[in-house]
């Protein structure tokens, strides 16, 4: 498969912290990469050099051939609102709104009209388990379904890649795995790729790959 997403020889020091010693990384239209290592090892930090939330020191970061990571930072975020979708540990939905409305986000910050984005929203919760979660606000649900109105916010405007940092984290083993089969199937419907940061084995196998980072390197 071609790449569609690329990292070459990445490197990235915090102060006297060197965080990434080279580190690589390809996925595919419809692959799901999960990036393995210790605690400290830079998966976080590659992945956030990935996804243009943060600028490598050296190396290129490349979406579909095109060089992203020297691309000035208003660019950037409007790379990452179009193109990537985002799962973390804990969801990181708004408190204040209710689950279609958190769901909606990427769609109203891109300028879509409101009525079509909850309307969007709505079909995507319930695509994922959650017809009655609409109008019920974060502290409402429990942690598996907060973690799958994050599932659609981060898939609702089909991105080209999904980053997932422990997107099972905070979960039971079975809302993890709810979560993991919900993402995969998404993933391969769309020809979405995915990069899995996770220390743990039972989420690891749910991805076509996966990669160590030890040390800064992979």
């Given at each position: 498969?071609?790449?569609?997403?690329?990292?070459?020889?990445?490197?990235?020091?915090?102060?006297?912290t060197?965080?990434?010693?080279?580190?690589?990384?390809?996925?595919?239209?419809?692959?799901?990469?999960?990036?393995?290592?210790?605690s400290?090892s830079?998966?976080?930090?590659?992945?956030?050099?990935?996804?243009?939330?943060?600028?490598?020191?050296?190396?290129?970061?490349?979406?579909?051939?095109?060089?992203?990571?020297?691309?000035?930072?208003?660019?950037?975020?409007?790379?990452?609102?179009?193109?990537?979708?985002f799962v973390?540990?804990?969801?990181?939905?708004?408190?204040?709104?209710?689950?279609?409305?958190?769901?909606?986000l990427?769609?109203l910050l891109?300028?879509?009209?409101?009525?079509?984005?909850?309307a969007?929203a709505?079909?995507?919760?319930t695509?994922?388990?959650?017809?009655?979660?609409?109008?019920?606000?974060p502290?409402?649900?429990?942690?598996?379904?907060?973690?799958r109105?994050?599932l659609?916010?981060?898939?609702?405007?089909?991105?080209?890649?999904?980053?997932?940092?422990?997107?099972?984290?905070?979960?039971?083993s079975?809302?993890?795995?709810?979560?993991?089969?919900?993402?995969?199937?998404?993933?391969?419907?769309?020809?979405?790729?995915?990069v899995?940061?996770?220390?743990?084995p039972?989420?690891?196998?749910?991805?076509?790959?996966?990669?160590l980072?030890?040390?800064?390197?992979?």
């Amino acid at each position: 498969m071609a790449p569609l997403l690329t990292g070459v020889d990445l490197h990235k020091a915090f102060g006297r912290t060197r965080a990434l010693r080279g580190a690589g990384l390809t996925v595919a239209a419809g692959e799901i990469v999960a990036v393995i290592g210790p605690s400290g090892s830079g998966k976080s930090t590659l992945l956030r050099c990935l996804a243009a939330i943060i600028a490598p020191d050296a190396g290129e970061v490349r979406l579909d051939g095109r060089r992203i990571d020297d691309l000035p930072d208003r660019t950037r975020t409007g790379l990452r609102r179009s193109e990537f979708g985002f799962v973390f540990p804990f969801g990181q939905l708004v408190p204040e709104l209710p689950a279609a409305e958190n769901v909606a986000l990427p769609l109203l910050l891109a300028g879509a009209p409101r009525r079509r984005s909850l309307a969007a929203a709505r079909d995507w919760l319930t695509r994922l388990g959650l017809p009655d979660a609409a109008d019920r606000r974060p502290a409402d649900l429990s942690g598996g379904e907060a973690q799958r109105v994050a599932l659609a916010r981060a898939l609702i405007a089909r991105p080209r890649v999904v980053f997932a940092d422990e997107p099972t984290g905070a979960l039971d083993s079975v809302a993890a795995d709810q979560v993991m089969d919900l993402l995969v199937d998404a993933a391969r419907a769309q020809r979405t790729g995915v990069v899995l940061v996770t220390h743990e084995p039972r989420v690891s196998a749910y991805a076509d790959r996966t990669v160590l980072v030890r040390d800064g390197a992979a």
